[in-house]
């Protein structure tokens, strides 16, 4: 079964910082989905960013980008410019099919 | 408001009532999922429909758990005989799936308290 891995449970960044928040995965498939959604406090799940395994550029949505290594099973997330309403547990989702499996999570705190 | 809904967004009950909950998807989305998320963990996957079709159930966490989708519309989930460790946020997500593509936009939850 496929399994994802969020090392990181919280995190921090200053206001107007670059942080990246780590994630690996493990599977044997090779056409799949990788998510990143954002959880804010006592708010709805956001989509943040996708990508699909078959496409090798990194997928980028304004502040947000991703570094998908395909090999390495690795789909990191880059938040540029940090903004106070970052703020948030982030996690990290692995789908195939109808199936989709997240990891834990990492709490971030955008400081002022 | 176009997003994903559902009711109640919180609910109390004691142990051994039965208690429903309701998802209105996106209204072009074709795939309606229910989550269950435990606190400090992402969720975990229960059932989904394709259209009014329940295609994978058998990770419903116990046969007290089921889940409808009638029309093709708007989805509940029930659990009989709530217990303890049914207390958790559970989530729905929809969908509207094109060739390979899909991406699932979730619900804000039903927070549930079994006392």
């Known amino acids: 079964a496929q399994t994802v891995t969020q090392s990181q449970p919280e995190m921090s960044v200053q206001e107007a910082e670059t942080v990246t928040l780590s994630c690996t995965y493990d599977?044997?498939?090779?056409?799949?989905?990788l998510f990143w959604y954002k959880q804010p406090p006592s708010r709805q799940m956001i989509l943040v960013i996708r990508?699909?395994?078959?496409?090798?550029q990194n997928a980028t949505e304004n502040r947000f980008s991703v570094n998908f290594q395909k090999a390495a099973k690795s789909f990191s997330l880059k938040i540029s410019d940090s903004q106070l309403g970052d703020t948030a547990m982030y996690f990290c989702?692995?789908?195939?099919?109808?199936?989709?499996?997240f990891g834990a999570g990492t709490r971030l705190t955008v400081k002022p | 408001d176009t997003g994903v809904s559902q009711d109640p967004r919180h609910k109390i009950t004691k142990r051994g009532q039965n208690v429903t909950f309701r998802c209105d998807p996106i209204?072009?989305?074709?795939?309606l999922y229910w989550y269950r998320q435990t606190l400090g963990q992402g969720p975990e996957f229960l059932t989904y429909?394709?259209?009014?079709?329940?295609?994978?159930k058998s990770r419903l966490l116990s046969d007290r758990f089921s889940a409808e989708r009638p029309k093709g519309s708007f989805s509940t989930l029930e659990i009989q005989r709530t217990e303890q460790g049914d207390s958790a946020m559970y989530l729905c997500?929809?969908?509207?799936?094109?060739?390979?593509?899909?991406?699932?936009?979730f619900g804000p939850g039903t927070r549930l308290l079994v006392l």
């Open positions: 997500a929809s969908s509207l799936v094109t060739g390979d593509s899909e991406t699932q936009y």
């Open positions: 599977t044997s498939e090779n056409n799949y989905y």
């Open positions: 990508q699909e395994a078959y496409k090798q």
């Open positions: 989702a692995f789908m195939l099919g109808y199936d989709m499996r």
């Open positions: 209204s072009e989305h074709n795939r």
């Open positions: 429909f394709q259209n009014e079709a329940q295609l994978e």
